[in-house]
């Protein structure tokens, strides 16, 4: 991957951007930022498409850098990579892993680790293990409350049966017409305090970021304007995550609205984090934002990408 001096001496020869500032004779062209997309989900987790038709998605897109991080399954890493290489597509390794923070799910991305690490693999193993016997306890909640037959419905769903999610749930609560769409179905079932929701505890953050950093990767705190944390608590992810080794946090993100962009900017810059982007796709007709339509990071913060270079699988 170029680094940004020979992004920039590329623009200079032949950029075409669609910066707002008119050119002038005098000033130098803006930068193009790297389309890069580090985050989403294939049918090995709860997207709805294969890596292979990821890939090609992300190619269509103008994905230039992309990474596959289902969650806390790396078995679609080599289809993946693999689809990529063949598009021409440059592609980093990567894993979205759940743990349990103060009582709540956090998710950590990990990006550009080596796949065939022996710790990293054991952990994700043991993440995997609780979902069935979790899924069979959201069933009985469901059922109690009148919708029975959820969990066999749900692994009608599922492409990897060790990864059964409440995603898989909600596809199948809006198939069978119990709610209109999947943000319902959480809403009324799926969420704690609802008939569907069962507490789990998940790996800890520490171990999450060490299984990722062993394995020669980067960890980044996924999407952390979905977490319903205090400022205090925040703060206290924030520190206990970098106290533990991690590098980076998600700044622009599917679910991150504009006020989210700049709140996490000034983030990443007052922890000395690096910055990662990256739709969270899963599937075309749930997700808002499709892979690499994303806002560019705003100047300033240093991506993800730019430590990872090493770790670049590259066409
Ligand atoms: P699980 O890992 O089984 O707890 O499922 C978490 C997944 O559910 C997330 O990765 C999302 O894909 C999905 N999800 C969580 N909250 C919502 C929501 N409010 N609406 C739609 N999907 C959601
Ligand atoms: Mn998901
Ligand atoms: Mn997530
Ligand atoms: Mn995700």
């Known amino acids: 991957m170029p680094t940004s001096t020979e992004r920039e001496a590329a623009c200079l020869q032949s950029c075409v951007t669609s910066h707002a500032a008119a050119p002038s004779p005098s000033s130098a062209p803006p930068l193009l930022p790297l389309n890069a997309d580090l985050h989403c989900h294939s049918v090995v987790s709860d997207g709805t498409l294969t890596p292979e038709v990821l890939a090609a998605r992300a190619k269509a897109n103008g994905v230039e850098l992309w990474a596959l991080t289902d969650h806390d399954e790396i078995s679609g890493q080599a289809r993946a990579r693999q689809a990529a290489l063949a598009l021409g597509l440059d592609y980093l390794t990567g894993v979205e892993i759940s743990v349990t923070f103060a009582g709540v799910t956090v998710h950590i991305v990990g990006l550009g680790f080596d796949v065939d690490d022996t710790a990293l693999k054991q952990g994700l193993d043991f993440t995997r293990g609780g979902r069935e016997a979790r899924a069979r306890e959201m069933a009985a909640g469901l059922a109690a409350a009148g919708i029975p037959g959820s969990y066999e419905g749900a692994l009608r769903y599922v492409g990897n049966p060790d990864l059964i999610s409440r995603t898989h749930f909600a596809r199948h609560l809006v ?61 206290a992810l924030f520190t206990e995550f970098i106290a533990h080794g991690g590098r980076g946090v998600e700044v622009v993100t599917g679910s991150h609205t504009a006020a989210d962009f700049v709140k996490y900017a000034d983030m990443a810059r007052e922890f000395d984090l690096l910055a990662s982007r990256g739709s969270d796709f899963h599937c075309p007709e749930e997700s808002h934002v499709d892979l690499g339509r994303l806002p560019p990071l705003a100047r300033g913060l240093t991506p993800v990408w730019d430590v990872l270079a090493h770790r670049v699988h590259r066409h």
């Open 175 to 235: 198939d069978t017409g119990v709610c209109g769409d999947t943000s319902e179905v959480f809403r009324k079932y799926l969420v704690e305090g609802r008939p569907g929701f069962v507490p789990h505890r998940w790996a800890g953050l520490g171990d999450a970021v060490r299984w990722i950093t062993g394995a020669g990767g980067v960890a980044v705190i996924a999407h952390p304007g979905r977490y319903k944390f205090t400022a205090n608590e925040e703060y």
